[in-house]
């Protein structure tokens, strides 16, 4: 994990098993100052996916994850629930393009 000088904290993560696939989620609930964003990057970085979480302004979390589809599947599903202190109440599934992305950030 490498924090850069655009304060962005990285972890290498992708490694893919088949076609690359992209999506983004938008997580609701009980989902900041729970550590939702470091739970995120560090299961990302085990189950070999890229992308990004951030804090949005609204209460949510935005998560866009990239991989092989097994893996994207996982981790959506790990998303439901979140980390032990998380209250997830709903998490929106969206389609996005493949970026190449190889590491997962955490974005402030």
């Known amino acids: ?11 290498r993560a992708a490694r893919h098993n088949g076609p690359v696939i992209r999506k983004q989620a938008i997580i ?13 990057q560090a299961t ?7 992308g990004f979480v ?5 209460g949510s979390v935005e998560v866009e994850v990239e991989a092989d589809e097994r893996t994207v599947e996982r981790m959506i599903d790990w998303l439901r629930s979140g980390p032990t202190w998380a209250t997830v109440h709903s998490v929106d599934v969206t389609d996005r393009e493949p970026t190449g992305e190889r590491e997962f950030s955490i974005l402030q």
């Open 54 to 58: 951030r804090n949005l302004r609204d």
């Open 44 to 50: 990302a970085a085990r189950l070999g996916a890229a």
């Open 28 to 40: 609701r609930g009980e989902v900041q100052g729970v550590g939702f964003r470091f739970h995120t």
């Open 1 to 11: 994990m490498a924090r850069h000088r655009d304060g962005v904290t990285r972890r």
